[in-house]
């Protein structure tokens, strides 16, 4: 690939070895959650923290998926499934009119942002 010894070739190792290390460090983490050993927000801090982001870096702020639909109930119903938004769609998809608008293709869509 590069000849060795080179800069290159070192980080271009580095860089495999440490996307092998982190997928195996997320599909335990997942075996984890899946076996209820590790909480949600555990689990998704760990995925956060294998993608980069942190608390200390205001631009990489971990994410977490927007789960509640309903924020007009003084008290929120758990058995009811109108109180959580459907995840089988896009958070930009969950009205008709968004989900129209977010039918257009990634690469018009994002292009006011540049």
Same mark, same amino acid.
């Given at each position: 690939?590069?000849?060795?010894?080179?800069? *290159?070739?070192? &980080?271009? =190792?580095?860089?495999?070895?440490?996307?092998?290390?982190? %997928?195996?460090?997320?599909? $335990?983490?997942?075996?984890?959650?899946?076996?209820?050993?590790?909480?949600?927000?555990?689990?998704?801090?760990?995925?956060?923290?294998?993608?980069? *982001?942190?608390? &200390?870096? =205001?631009?990489?702020?971990?994410?977490?998926?927007?789960? %509640?639909?309903?924020?007009? $109930?003084?008290?929120?119903?758990?058995?009811?499934?109108?109180?959580?938004?459907?995840?089988?769609?896009?958070?930009?998809?969950?009205?008709?009119? *968004?989900?129209?608008?977010?039918?257009?293709?990634?690469?018009?869509?994002?292009?006011?942002?540049?």
């Amino acid at each position: 690939m590069f000849p060795k010894g080179t800069t *290159r070739d070192k &980080n271009s =190792l580095i860089s495999f070895v440490d996307r092998k290390v982190a %997928l195996e460090m997320a599909e $335990s983490a997942r075996e984890s959650w899946r076996r209820r050993e590790i909480s949600n927000f555990e689990y998704l801090m760990i995925l956060n923290t294998l993608a980069g *982001r942190s608390y &200390n870096d =205001l631009t990489q702020y971990p994410i977490f998926p927007w789960i %509640l639909a309903d924020y007009s $109930s003084e008290k929120l119903d758990f058995n009811k499934s109108s109180t959580f938004r459907d995840l089988s769609k896009p958070v930009g998809a969950l009205d008709a009119k *968004r989900f129209k608008v977010g039918s257009i293709p990634m690469e018009l869509s994002v292009s006011h942002f540049w």
